[in-house]
């Protein structure tokens, strides 16, 4: 791959999940993009689902990707987060009520959802979500997680074990899973997505919280999405995606993590809009991250071009790039993408 194929690999950007966006499409030819994210909603079942992944996954010719397909992805998580709907698609209950069920029917339960995805030309399902809510009262004031519904549940070992269950379900059905939102957006009283200056105040290098994180890790998830909260009592500088000591000492050393780390959007959360769009990717690079995610395709340009440039000037800079590349691509392998 060249440098620019290789800096491509390390973006997801939106597309509606109702159309290829065209700005998306040239994005993968003309900035070598290599992952996409179905976003909004869609009620046209499976085969419209196909069609949008299919349309873009023709633009990885050689010129492009050097060949290598995208990671198509969707929010799948159940409840008020599915992006994707209509005939062929079950209605996924929450995760608060997958919570409930066995984890054995869960496991079976989301091998179904996940042929289904992989039909549909989805390889890559961001949940589950691994954040612990302490309580059913807490939840309402947790406006990102428990005011939808998104946690299995109120303890970590209940939420390790149904996020497990979800993971291997999905993997068997040939869907890789994100565990998500690292390290936990369960005690926290703003959305990132909303709010600026969002803090988690309790969460430790060592929390209990953190079980579930290592338990989907040991599950075999091949992603782990990263917070932008900040944690003030780990690193209460920086956000948690562009923290070294969250993603570097934490989830790649304490949890040992050899995945893809993958920013949550930062391409459009209020969270970070302090940073411009160039210096989101780049300080999300430079902290350990491998994959910038935003939803918003307006601001890839900017950052890719960037990133490009910066990998150009610096050979340190761009040995953190071909790394990050690397961890892309052998995703992409394990998943079957590219042959062995």
Known sequence: MTLQQRVGQLFMVGTPATSADPAVAAAITGRHIGNVLLSGR???????????????????NNPATAGVPLFV?????????????????????????????????????????????HAAGVNLDLAPVMDTVPSPAAAASNP????????????????????????????????????????????????????????DTVTTRGDAYLAPFASGIASGAGFAMMSTAYYSRID???????SPSIINTILRGDLHFKGVVISDDIGAARQVAAWSPANRALV????????????????????????????????TFRAIVDQAALKVLQAKQARGLIAP
């Open 42 to 60: 869609s009620y046209q079942g499976i085969a419209g689902a196909a069609f949008v992944a299919d349309t873009l996954q023709l633009r990885t």
């Open 73 to 117: 992805a969707a929010d799948m998580e159940g409840g008020a987060v599915q992006v994707l709907n209509g005939p062929g698609f079950s209605a996924i209950p929450s995760a608060l009520t997958q919570g409930t069920y066995p984890t054995s029917t869960l496991q079976l339960d989301a091998g179904a959802w996940g042929r289904q995805l």
């Open 144 to 199: 990102p997680i428990g005011a939808f519904q998104r946690e299995f549940g109120y303890s970590p070992a209940v939420v390790a074990a149904h996020g497990d269950a979800f993971i291997q379900g999905m993997s068997g059905a040939g869907v890789t899973s994100a565990i998500k939102h690292f390290p936990g957006l369960g005690r926290v009283s703003a959305n990132t997505d909303t709010s600026s200056g969002v803090t």
């Open 236 to 242: 209460p500088r920086n956000p948690a995606a562009f």
């Open 284 to 315: 999300f690079l430079a902290a350990g991250g491998d994959m910038i995610l935003t939803v918003d395709p307006r601001v890839l340009p900017i950052m890719y071009d960037t990133v490009v440039a910066y990998a150009k000037a610096n050979p």
